[in-house]
């Protein structure tokens, strides 16, 4: 079974701290996405991954094909950040798998 | 504003009433997603349509009926819906199917 799993479920960190959330796969991927959805039910892709890393601003995306994991992680983390975090994958030319997202909420 | 807009963004209707969702998106897309977010569960895949054709209908309830006009507009009619289908909709877009994904702000709907 094609599966997607999310950690932390919650994460409440303090203005500045340096933040990671993680998300591991069942199967071979052709795709990972990071979305993040604000209070208002909005959704904002972040990053579409297949190796590698990529950065935009204090957001860095990181991905291991060999261990099936990628990480989110956030520099420097602000207010304006608290949201739900969303890893998808593709397997293969499926649709996409959701997780069940990451809270972060970011104390000042 | 990520170039796909829905309305409205929040719907409350009676169980015997006809309503629908509507998402157009701006972007020039030829592939749109109808999404379901229901508390505390993953995102679900609905519908997809790619060039106005329905490619994937992901074993929805018929009380839920989609329409692609064009590829920039997309349609949710809803009917005869039931209290458990309260939840967060979400449409979306992709320049072709397994791309970049743009997603709208949603439509929250309530069932009573």
């Known amino acids: 079974k094609n599966e997607v799993e999310q950690s932390p479920q919650n994460l409440t960190a303090q203005e500045g701290e340096f933040i990671t959330i993680n998300c591991s796969y069942s199967v071979g991927i052709s795709a990972l996405h990071w979305l993040q959805q604000h209070p208002g039910g909005g959704i904002v892709s972040l990053f579409m991954l297949s190796s590698g890393k990529k950065k935009h601003g204090r957001l860095i995306a990181t991905i291991n094909i060999q261990e099936k994991h990628s990480s989110l992680h956030i520099t420097a983390s602000h207010p304006r950040d608290s949201a739900v975090y969303i890893c998808?994958?593709?397997?293969?030319?499926?649709?996409?798998?959701f997780g069940t997202g990451t809270r972060l909420t970011i104390i000042p | 504003e990520t170039g796909v807009t829905q309305t409205p963004r929040h719907l409350v209707m009676g169980m015997t009433n006809k309503k629908s969702l509507k998402c157009e998106q701006h972007?020039?897309?030829?592939?749109m997603y109808w999404y379901k977010q229901s508390a505390k569960k993953p995102l679900e895949l609905m519908f997809v349509y790619n060039f106005k054709e329905q490619t994937e209908n992901n074993s929805v309830p018929s009380r839920f009926s989609p329409e692609c006009p064009n590829s920039s507009h997309l349609f949710l009619h809803l009917h005869t819906l039931q209290p458990e289908d309260s939840a967060l909709y979400l449409c979306?877009?992709?320049?072709?199917?397994?791309?970049?994904?743009?997603f709208g702000e949603g439509s929250w709907l309530t069932v009573v």
């Open positions: 979306a877009s992709s320049q072709v199917l397994g791309d970049t994904i743009y």
């Open positions: 998808a994958v593709r397997f293969g030319n499926e649709k996409l798998t």
């Open positions: 972007l020039g897309h030829n592939a």
